[in-house]
């Protein structure tokens, strides 16, 4: 077949002639019905739309009849499938509309052929709808250039709306509402921040649908949810950690949680898994600044020090228990698996090591703090 860039070599010169001269005849035909065809597609015919197809069927029945450079046209139809993109339309949409064309404009040639003879006309038949691919190649070609850019600024805007709405200080309403509108998102009343291990963030927001947005922060995927989302099957046996449901202008601290959760998490200090930040709020508070867990438990555990390791490790263990079983014997023993005659000589030594302070609130809080971070369960000697 030849290619349409060839057309004119297969073309005598008076058939070239009467191609020129029935051009009005030609391009009212193929632009009836490629309005038609845009008609039955429920495309307006009026406007930028319509205006740019018809520009484009101009151009397009223009640049076969006279054997013009193909260039432009290729450009003018690349530009027509941006704009398909752009319209929402798919991306077969306008390769119908030009097989239509195409279809035409042979039917309007056939009726008046002119001087060309059969095997002429052969020729122009295989021309024409070579032309047509070619065109159609450049509007796909176009269409696909885009939709990747649409892509590429789609993700910038979601970025720098996350970006916005977990910074220090919440943005300003007309900033927020410019930078959820470039990000095509309806601004949610409450919202909930997810970190979750990967930088898979489209694929990550695409499964959890709802409305959910997503980016890539310090080399993890961050989210942000409307409330109502459902999250558990887009995070299966994923690390992930899922902040608390928060008003919109309080999404920094739900972000700040998930992402100091699942810090955690990769550290192993909590579970693995998809995780509810709300239920592991004790760990986030002693984990939140680090060393600050480390130094109650120097100050609170100091009578420890001087026993050896092996004691200290087995009081500590004792009075985590008794403190979690608030102060009765016998739930103690039965957490450490021994006699309560035991637990009961333990406590004895605690309190020869402690004093009244055993029985003073504030006092009994931080030495359960303290021990529910687990400082001392493994070394329990005070640090310098």
């Known amino acids: ?42 495309r307006s015919l009026s406007g930028g739309q319509g205006h740019g197809l018809t520009f484009g069927v101009e151009t397009a029945v223009a640049t076969f009849t006279s054997g013009a450079d193909l260039e432009p046209t290729l450009a003018v139809f690349a530009g027509l499938g941006r704009t398909e993109y752009r319209e929402g339309h798919r991306v077969d949409a306008l390769r119908s509309i030009l097989t239509v064309g195409a279809q035409t404009l042979w039917a309007a040639l056939v009726e008046s052929p002119g001087p060309a003879e059969p095997p002429e006309l052969y020729v122009i038949a295989a021309a024409l709808f070579g032309y047509v691919d070619a065109l159609a190649g450049a509007a796909a070609e176009g269409y696909l250039d885009e939709q990747r850019d649409a892509a590429h600024d789609w993700a910038q805007a979601r970025r720098r709306l996350i970006t916005l709405l977990v910074q220090p200080d919440p943005p300003a309403e007309p900033a927020l509402q410019a930078a959820a509108e470039a990000a095509r998102w309806p601004l949610p009343s409450r919202v909930r921040a997810v970190s979750v291990e990967g930088t898979d963030a489209e694929h990550l927001a695409r499964a959890a649908a709802g409305g959910t947005i997503a980016t890539v922060i310090d080399g993890a995927t961050r989210l942000l949810c409307p409330a109502a989302v459902l999250l558990d099957r887009a995070l299966s046996g994923r690390r992930a950690a899922i902040g608390p449901v928060v008003p919109l202008r309080e999404a920094r601290r739900s972000y700040r949680i998930s992402r100091r959760a699942l810090s955690l998490q990769q550290s192993a200090r909590l579970p693995d898994g998809p995780l509810d930040c709300d239920d592991h709020l004790v760990a986030l508070l002693l984990s939140w600044e680090p060393g600050v867990a480390a130094r109650l438990a120097d100050r609170s555990l100091a009578p420890l020090s001087a026993a050896s390791p092996a004691t200290r490790r087995t009081l500590a263990e004792t009075l985590h ?50 021990l529910q971070a687990g400082v001392v369960l493994d070394e329990s000697a005070p640090r310098a």
């Open 1 to 42: 077949m030849p290619s349409p860039q060839n057309a004119p070599d297969f073309v005598t010169a008076v058939t070239r002639t009467h191609l020129r001269s029935i051009h009005p005849v030609l391009l009212d035909s193929v632009v009836a019905a490629v309005r038609e065809a845009m008609r039955a597609q429920g």
């Open 321 to 370: 228990a008794w403190l979690r079983a608030q102060g009765q014997v016998i739930p103690a023993a039965q957490a450490l698996h021994t006699h309560p005659q035991t637990v009961r000589y333990r406590l004895r030594r605690l309190r020869e090591l402690f004093g009244a302070a055993l029985d003073d609130p504030d006092a009994r809080l931080a030495l359960q703090l303290s």
